[in-house]
Structures are given as structure tokens and as C-alpha cells.
Nanobody, 125 residues
Framework: EVQLQASGGGLVQTGGSLRLSCARSGFSTDAYTIGWFRQAPGKELEWVSGIKGGGGSTSYADSVKGRFTISRDNAKNTLYLQMNSLQPEDTAVYYC??????????WGLGNFRIWGKGTQVTVSS
């Protein structure tokens, strides 16, 4: 059974850091693309970052580029999102998601499936 569970959220002040984790089971991290998405109150889900299956190349939304870093530890079956220089606009529920197929088809939400309840990140000003 495929499972992904995000954790590590919390309350942090502006400029602070958090590291989110995404524990996976039931599939090979190497084969599938994993994305981080977030949903702020009253807003739609948006893609934040991702790491492609196979080679593991990474990508970031412009809003987080230079501040967030995605990585994976296959030995621990876990992916991470290191978030630095957090801003109030980063406040959201963060989810990790697995691509629907092995072939990369883009970072659109429709290409992914989200598991779990996500983890809340709140950045106070």
C-alpha cells in the first residue's frame, strides 16, 4: 500500500527555519517523482518543490527558490524539505505527493496524488 506522510511543521518566527519530512512506503522513491505542495488559508494548492524520479533533479517554485531545499534519503525512505528564511506568506499546510506515473509529465497538481493530512507551517511576523 502506498503511503506518504508529511511531518515537521510548526510555529516559527519570520526568518526562521523548519525541516519537513515525508515518510514513504509502498513504492520506490527512485522511480517516482515526489513533489511538495502547500495550501494557504483561502487559497488553492500550489506546487512548491519537487525531486524527479531516476536522476533526482530538483525544481523549485520562484517564490521559494534560494530559500527551500528538497532532498531524499533512500536508506530512510524519507524526503525532506529544508525551509530557511521563512516568511509569513509561507504559512500553509504542506503536503507531499507522488507522481501518478513513473514518466515525468510536469509539476501540475493533476500529475500527482497527495496522501495524508499534511503538516501545518505557521510563520509569525
Amino acid at each position: 500500500e502506498v503511503q506518504l506522510q508529511a511531518s515537521g511543521g510548526g510555529l516559527v518566527q519570520t526568518g526562521g527555519s523548519l525541516r519537513l519530512s515525508c515518510a514513504r512506503s509502498g513504492f520506490s522513491t527512485d522511480a517516482y517523482t515526489i513533489g511538495w505542495f502547500r495550501q494557504a488559508p483561502g487559497k488553492e494548492l500550489e506546487w512548491v518543490s519537487g525531486i524527479k524520479g531516476g536522476g533526482g533533479s530538483t525544481s523549485y517554485a520562484d517564490s521559494v527558490k534560494g530559500r527551500f531545499t528538497i532532498s531524499r534519503d533512500n536508506a530512510k525512505n524519507t524526503l525532506y524539505l529544508q525551509m530557511n528564511s521563512l516568511q509569513p506568506e509561507d504559512t500553509a499546510v504542506y503536503y507531499c505527493a507522488k507522481s501518478r506515473g513513473v514518466l515525468f509529465t510536469g509539476w501540475g497538481l493533476g500529475n500527482f496524488r497527495i496522501w495524508g493530512k499534511g503538516t501545518q507551517v505557521t510563520v509569525s511576523s
